[in-house]
């Protein structure tokens, strides 16, 4: 949306500021601003000319020799070869020397023994408008040598407003300047017009059929149209707008077409009313009747295309035909061209959901379709009459036949809407007073009284339907009192009433782990072939994803295979959702896993040394890290089989502490992924979650006492799990043994077959005292003598 920066300032003359700091202004209360553009850029160096003479050119036929006054008495020579150049008429002008706003260079040349010392302008050269094909003619007086960002209304700024869906009510420089001045609405004025002439003609209501200068006027789709007004102009005279008028739309990126048309256009861009003109010699009847298409219609529009009509769609017809497209488009049957004397003016409101359909299956998008779909103000209707009516009078001439006629004239219902001050300090965190709140509410058209228990009765505006709710008037009290008044300290908020899933702490405690350890999350559909899942979908996406998959880990696989065909080694994949399995019942079992797949090296490749590849001992290191997440801390062993082979071998299983299996991770095997040579081994887990609340994690001040360590050396079975004997450990010495772990694995020489020695690393430490060697010794006799009992395991070189 574009907003004239001079326009606003005339609306609203209290408004301060800069374009650039009114710019902020909205986007930091209102709408963000994408640009601001100042229109006179590259045309500082350009005048008014004015061609006091034309005469054919000596030795050219399509050329012609013009003296142009350029002020201060100084008369240049310009060949042109433009088709229409009148003499006493005035012309942007750039002489030789200067440059146009595209970089252009104008030099003095010779053509056909003529020499030119400057050029006369079109739209498109200046970079204001299309026309191209002949040089732009002034309208209006003005004085040689005048700047043409003077004479053209240039020394403006165009804002670039880019206006939400749920603000229709500020495509218009009405509702633009009615957030920026300080006392809002009652800031507000319709400017004068130069010259301006008033129509003095009244609105006569109709239920559902009215007159208006012998024209009838007739609603038989009342749903579709529930408001239109209409009004007769005679005498007009149609040609090129002023200056005045062609250069204010000329700011807002408008072309402008003639003054009828023109003047439609500057009420839409003003109050944010579409308008439509008829020929009214063109209207058989005379009638206009808003009804709905009938099957086989067609129309052509003022784009010049048919279009085949369909009985859902609203047309605005005469006697016989459709003329138009309710609140898309004229038709070219009843367009006001030069010839036009009397025209019919429009004034509607149409429904937006039908304009909105309509636009879709005609794929056609205007101005006036773009603010019907969102809604205009349906109050404003008569102000925009009366605008309207006033400058067709004073830019084209006529007068207004009879009184205008006001058909089905509804009035609006404003909504009323409960505003509780408590719930504002609720949702916003600061306590607002009364007089606050109405000073944000009452200047943009709230009106705000006294209601039931405290709270405040709110009066919506007919020009914002995008408030419904107390939580809508709580956003406007927000943005207008300013972000940023609100304190910056964090206050305790909880934005719903439900609980948190229990699922989403553990989810964001795996992402959390996992992308710091450089994985990436995937994110896929659960469906799969029939080899992938066992639960059949009656209604399948494809014959090839017709069942919901079992497991993760296989559409993992297809993941790293992608990444195999990239070319891309070193690749750590994870993903977090839902499996099925078949209960024999009709509905099937669902659980929540993490998958996850990896292969290559550990750390990317570099010139320092080359890292090594990922092994068991990762694996092993994730399972436990993952599982004491999901699961609240579980236990991990080989199995010997798998009791669920899958596509795993060497597989580890995690225990939970009831011995119920979670998952496994272990080596993919060959047969399971297509793997190129170059690949390294790949690895893979999946676990199930089972969101178990952990308690928080408190604070602990460091130890006072020193710790005393032992060293022991056991001789254990090979098939013995370590965390085994480390649970023995722990039980036989509570409340001092503070940390144990093994830092030493041998096998070999003076080791009996089938064991191993593992050395540990005891630490002890009480939380009141230092302790003595004695009581460390004796917590050591009874984890050995415990170990020997429960588990025949031995101190070696015992």
Same mark, same amino acid.
């Given at each position: 949306?574009?907003?004239? /920066?001079?326009? *606003? ?45 034309? =005469? ?30 009148? $003499? #006493? ?23 056909? #023994?003529? /020499? ?83 129509? =003095? ?144 003016? @429009?004034?509607? /409101? ?43 009078? =004073? ?33 916003? #965190? ?11 509410? @009452? ?26 709710? $107390? ?31 229990? /699922? ?9 782990? &996992? ?42 696989? #297809? ?16 993903? *977090? ?34 890292? @090594? ?9 994730? &399972? ?150 004695? $009581? ?10 415990? *170990? ?11």
């Amino acid at each position: 949306m574009n907003i004239s /920066y001079r326009w *606003l300032r005339e609306l609203a003359p209290t408004i301060s500021g800069t374009a650039t700091e009114l710019a902020e202004r909205l986007t930091y209360t209102t709408v963000p601003v994408d640009d601001v553009v100042w229109l006179g850029a590259g045309l500082t160096e350009l005048v008014v000319g004015q061609v006091k003479s034309v =005469t054919p050119h000596p030795q050219a036929d399509r050329l012609v020799v013009c003296q142009v006054d350029i002020g201060r008495g100084d008369t240049v020579q310009v060949v042109t070869g433009a088709p229409v150049v009148q $003499e #006493g008429g005035f012309y942007p002008f750039v002489g030789a020397g200067q440059t146009l706003p595209g970089g252009q260079l104008i030099k003095k040349a010779k053509l056909r #023994g003529e /020499y030119s010392e400057g050029m006369l302008c079109s739209e498109r050269e200046l970079g204001i408008g299309r026309d191209a094909a002949g040089i732009m003619l002034l309208h209006g007086q003005f004085e040689p040598g005048q700047p043409v960002v003077d004479a053209l209304q240039l020394d403006d700024h165009r804002l670039d407003v880019d206006v939400t869906a749920n603000r229709p009510d500020l495509l218009g420089h009405w509702g633009v300047a009615r957030e920026l001045a300080p006392r809002g609405e009652r800031d507000l004025r319709l400017a004068d017009l130069p010259g301006q002439r008033r129509a =003095t003609a009244d609105l006569r209501t109709a239920e559902l059929e009215g007159k208006t200068a012998g024209v009838t006027v007739r609603i038989e789709d009342p749903e579709g149209c529930p408001r239109y007004m209409g009004a007769v102009i005679r005498g007009v005279t149609i040609g090129p707008s002023p200056e005045w008028l062609a250069s204010r739309l000329r700011a807002i990126g408008q072309q402008p077409i003639n003054n009828v048309v023109d003047a439609t256009n500057y009420v839409l861009h003003e109050l944010n009313q579409p308008l439509h003109a008829f020929d009214l010699e063109k209207l058989d009847g005379p009638a206009v009747v808003i009804r709905r298409a009938r099957v086989g219609e067609t129309l052509r529009t003022l784009d010049g295309k048919e279009r085949v009509l369909d009985p859902e769609m609203l047309v605005i017809a005469d006697a016989s035909r459709p003329c138009a497209m309710a609140g898309l488009m004229g038709g070219e049957a009843s367009e006001v061209t030069d010839t036009t004397r009397d025209v019919f003016l @429009e004034c509607a /409101y149409f429904d937006p959901k039908r304009i909105r359909r309509a636009a879709k299956g005609l794929a056609l998008d205007t101005d006036a379709s773009y603010r019907f779909q969102r809604g205009i103000d349906p109050a404003g209707l008569a102000a925009a009459l009366q605008r309207v009516l006033d400058l067709i009078l =004073t830019v084209a001439g006529g007068e207004v036949e009879g009184d205008a006629v006001d058909v089905n004239p509804q009035p609006p219902v404003r909504r009323i809407v409960s505003l509780r001050p408590e719930r504002i300090s609720h949702l916003l #965190g600061v306590d607002l007073e009364e007089g606050i709140i109405r000073g944000c509410l @009452e200047p943009i058209g709230f009106g705000v009284q006294k209601g039931k228990a405290g709270a405040l009765a709110v009066e919506v505006p007919t020009w914002r339907p995008d408030v419904e709710r $107390e939580v809508d008037l709580i956003e406007e009290v927000a943005r207008r009192h300013g972000y940023g008044e609100f304190p910056e300290d964090m206050r305790s908020l909880r934005p719903g009433a439900l609980s948190e899933d229990r /699922y989403v702490e553990v989810f964001d405690r795996l992402r959390e782990l &996992l992308v710091g350890i450089g994985f990436m999350e995937t994110r896929s559909v659960p469906f799969t072939s029939s080899s992938g899942g066992e639960i059949r979908l009656l209604n399948p996406l494809s014959e090839r994803e017709d069942h919901l998959r079992r497991d993760l880990i296989s559409g993992l696989i #297809g993941r790293l295979e992608a990444n195999f065909a990239c070319g891309q080694r070193d690749t750590r994949l994870f993903e *977090l959702g839902t499996v099925f399995r078949a209960t024999g019942g009709p509905v099937p079992e669902e659980r929540i896993h993490v998958g996850a797949i990896w292969t290559g090296r550990r750390a990317p490749e570099h010139w320092s040394g080359r890292s @090594e590849d990922w092994d068991v001992w990762d694996l092993k290191w994730m &399972l436990e890290s993952l599982a004491d997440v999901a699961a609240g801390g579980a236990g991990v062993r080989p199995v010997d089989p798998p009791s669920s082979p899958g596509p795993l071998e060497d597989a580890l299983a995690v225990l939970t502490v009831d011995g119920q299996a979670l998952g496994m991770g272990g080596r993919v095997s060959a047969g399971e992924i297509e793997a190129p040579r170059w690949a390294g081994n790949v690895w893979g887990l999946e676990l199930e979650i089972t969101a178990v609340r952990r308690e928080p994690v408190t604070y602990k001040t460091l130890p006072v006492y020193p710790a005393v360590e032992r060293d022991l050396a056991l001789v254990v079975r090979r098939d013995m799990v370590a965390a085994e004997v480390g649970a023995l450990m722990q039980e036989m010495a509570p409340g001092y043994l503070e940390d144990l772990s093994v830092f030493d694995v041998y096998e070999g020489e003076n080791i009996p077959a089938g064991t191993r020695s593992v050395a540990w690393r005891l630490r002890f430490r009480a939380p009141d005292r230092t302790l003595t060697d004695e $009581e460390v010794d004796a917590a050591v006799r009874r984890i050995i003598s415990a *170990l020997e009992e429960r588990l025949d395991v031995r101190v070696r070189g015992a």
